[in-house]
């Protein structure tokens, strides 16, 4: 299986705070996408990153790259309860969107 | 409005039925999908297609079928549902950058 991997599994924080998550991947790529899933819906892409890239923002989005380690990480600063959902990477790896296992975040007022 | 339908939101079948799930797509999109999303194992592909009448497996294609007649609809089919099927379906259409999803099919086999 292609499939990626993210950590951590689940993550808790109080509103204001920051959270970081991480994917690693296993192939090589073109690009590097983030999505968001709140319970029991579909995915929504948050933003993507391609491999000649390094770091690339969005509002409170900060997602970096590496390549050469296979990974990416996804920052959201100043957390809110509302961003309280699951977030998953993805990369197209032989034609197939692949995503990761996906770490679930919780933002406690 | 970019829209990605998937046909039910809930359903609920017997074992040994054959159950068709339906996924239609507005966005002119070549790439289709479908996952299966169950606690802990992420979102895992169980078929794709990248052209009308074009098909491939994903990583976990046993028990299902699918059929692209037409690029806007992508359909799964369990050819005899079992227990183990029961799970939340998501159905997805791509360009190179950004895949957008449907609401989801929360399928129970009984």
């Known amino acids: 299986s292609q499939q990626g991997e993210e950590d951590p599994q689940a993550l808790s924080i109080q509103e204001g705070e920051n959270a970081t998550m991480n994917c690693s991947y296993k192939?090589?790529?073109?690009?590097l996408q983030w999505y968001r899933q709140n319970s029991g819906r579909g995915l929504v892409h948050l933003i993507l990153?391609?491999?000649?890239?390094r770091e690339k923002h969005s509002g409170r989005l900060r997602v970096t790259l590496d390549t050469s380690k296979k990974s990416s990480s996804l920052l959201i600063t100043a957390s809110r309860a509302a961003d309280t959902a699951s977030y998953f990477c993805a990369h197209v790896g032989f034609q197939k969107l692949v995503f990761g296992t996906g770490t679930r975040l919780l933002v406690s007022p | 409005d970019v829209k990605v339908t998937q046909s039910s939101r809930y359903l609920v079948k017997r074992t040994g039925e054959k159950v068709f799930l339906e996924c239609v797509q507005d966005?002119?999109?070549?790439?289709m999908f479908w996952y299966r999303q169950d606690p802990g194992l992420g979102l895992r592909l169980i078929y794709f297609?990248?052209?009308?009448?074009?098909?491939e497996k994903g990583d976990i294609p046993e028990g299902y079928s699918v059929s692209r007649e037409k690029k806007e609809r992508f359909s799964l089919i369990l050819e005899s549902a079992s227990t183990n099927q029961t799970s939340m379906y998501l159905c997805?259409?791509?360009?190179?950058?950004?895949?957008?999803f449907g609401q989801g099919t929360r399928l129970t086999v009984v």
């Open positions: 297609s990248y052209d009308v009448k074009m098909k």
């Open positions: 966005m002119d999109h070549e790439n």
């Open positions: 997805a259409s791509s360009s190179n950058t950004e895949a957008f």
């Open positions: 192939t090589s790529i073109n690009n």
């Open positions: 990153i391609r491999s000649n890239e």
